[in-house]
């Protein structure tokens, strides 16, 4: 399947995954790459030291293209930033701010710079700083989130740029795919499929809850804060959210969440975590290695394309 997006990253497939903090590991990140499409290491808020490891270890695993996702929050950001050039990463995906002081050091490296954006205004700026393709993520998406839907979001950005767009949020198999074909998209990102994939390191609970959720158990705190965030719901949710309609404060809020990403994917607590997950978590059911995953989506969409055809002949 050849799309600007195959082409550009040297890929097989057009499918990112996710650069999920606590949940992209190296062993993921390769495992994706070594089943055609690009794997990505979440550096989240990890020192430049343990992102440098990771990125090691992944290429002991694989020589096809990986990338690394850095959130620019991240007090490392500029060593890791750095640390991609010095250890030869070729693409980038960057979330939580703008990467324009990263830029001219990163195309001098030739690295493939592909922001995460969510209005078609940050996307046009991105694109004049020199951005080589760009994720347009619905509100779909788990984690932190924008406002405007995959539906809405994908066309407008796909008219807005002239550099190819990636279409995530919502999107968790070929039907998803191929939708996002038709939006304008030269590829997706998926992060909720790929929790359930038998190369991600999470605990087991973590998966377990994912493959239970329905279609309405997401829930998004903290859009009174300005940082909402999408996750599934359990009894941290629900006082989160009491709280907030109480009027409760940033900081007693933020109390609440500390440390709560790391609680769900490493202790396995899925009922005071962070079990953060989109919308399409309710048609994520089964574990498969990656390699099935892909082959799987690929299939399902050139069929869905094939037979929608039918309709325009």
Same mark, same amino acid.
């Given at each position: 399947?050849?799309?600007?997006?195959?082409?550009?990253?040297?890929?097989?497939?057009?499918?990112?995954?996710?650069?999920?903090?606590?949940?992209?590991?190296?062993?993921?990140?390769?495992?994706?790459?070594? !089943?055609?499409?690009?794997?990505?290491?979440?550096?989240?808020?990890?020192?430049?030291?343990?992102?440098?490891?990771?990125?090691?270890?992944?290429?002991?695993?694989?020589?096809?293209?990986?990338?690394?996702?850095?959130?620019?929050?991240?007090?490392?950001?500029? !060593?890791?930033?750095?640390?991609?050039?010095?250890?030869?990463?070729?693409?980038?995906?960057?979330?939580?701010?703008?990467?324009?002081?990263?830029?001219?050091?990163?195309?001098?490296?030739?690295?493939?710079?592909?922001?995460?954006?969510?209005?078609?205004?940050?996307?046009?700026?991105?694109?004049?700083?020199?951005?080589?393709?760009?994720?347009?993520?619905?509100?779909?998406?788990?984690?932190?989130?924008?406002?405007?839907?995959?539906?809405?979001?994908?066309?407008?950005?796909?008219? !807005?740029?002239?550099?190819?767009?990636?279409?995530?949020?919502?999107?968790?198999?070929?039907?998803?795919?191929?939708?996002?074909?038709?939006?304008?998209?030269?590829?997706?990102?998926?992060?909720?499929?790929?929790?359930?994939?038998?190369?991600?390191?999470?605990?087991?609970?973590?998966?377990?809850?994912?493959?239970?959720?329905?279609?309405?158990?997401?829930?998004?705190?903290?859009?009174?804060?300005?940082?909402?965030?999408?996750?599934?719901?359990?009894?941290?949710?629900?006082?989160?959210?009491?709280?907030?309609?109480?009027?409760?404060?940033?900081?007693?809020?933020?109390?609440?969440?500390?440390?709560?990403?790391?609680?769900?994917?490493?202790?396995?607590?899925?009922?005071?975590?962070?079990?953060?997950?989109?919308?399409?978590?309710?048609?994520?059911?089964?574990?498969?290695?990656?390699?099935?995953?892909?082959?799987?989506?690929?299939?399902?969409?050139?069929?869905?394309?094939?037979?929608?055809?039918?309709?325009?002949?």
């Amino acid at each position: 399947m050849k799309t600007r997006i195959t082409e550009l990253l040297g890929i097989e497939y057009p499918i990112i995954q996710g650069g999920m903090a606590w949940v992209a590991d190296y062993h993921l990140a390769a495992a994706v790459s070594e !089943a055609g499409g690009l794997g990505l290491i979440g550096a989240g808020g990890a020192p430049a030291d343990h992102v440098i490891e990771q990125i090691k270890k992944c290429k002991e695993l694989t020589n096809k293209p990986f990338g690394v996702n850095i959130m620019l929050l991240n007090p490392d950001a500029d !060593a890791i930033a750095r640390a991609v050039v010095d250890m030869g990463v070729k693409v980038v995906t960057t979330g939580a701010g703008s990467p324009e002081k990263y830029m001219s050091m990163w195309k001098e490296a030739g690295v493939k710079v592909i922001p995460v954006v969510a209005s078609v205004a940050l996307a046009k700026r991105m694109e004049r700083c020199g951005a080589d393709a760009i994720v347009a993520e619905g509100t779909e998406s788990g984690g932190h989130i924008g406002e405007l839907t995959t539906m809405v979001l994908v066309p407008q950005v796909a008219d !807005a740029v002239k550099i190819p767009v990636v279409a995530a949020g919502g999107i968790g198999d070929g039907r998803g795919m191929a939708a996002a074909f038709m939006l304008g998209a030269a590829g997706v990102q998926m992060g909720t499929r790929f929790l359930l994939a038998t190369e991600t390191n999470i605990h087991q609970n973590y998966k377990d809850r994912v493959a239970k959720a329905s279609d309405i158990d997401t829930q998004v705190t903290g859009r009174t804060t300005g940082h909402p965030v999408r996750i599934l719901r359990n009894a941290m949710s629900r006082e989160y959210l009491k709280l907030e309609k109480e009027g409760a404060g940033f900081e007693e809020l933020e109390h609440l969440t500390l440390g709560g990403l790391r609680k769900a994917v490493v202790e396995g607590d899925v009922k005071n975590g962070s079990v953060m997950a989109g919308q399409i978590a309710g048609l994520v059911n089964k574990q498969q290695s990656c390699t099935q995953m892909i082959q799987e989506i690929i299939e399902e969409a050139k069929q869905v394309m094939r037979e929608r055809s039918v309709l325009f002949e």
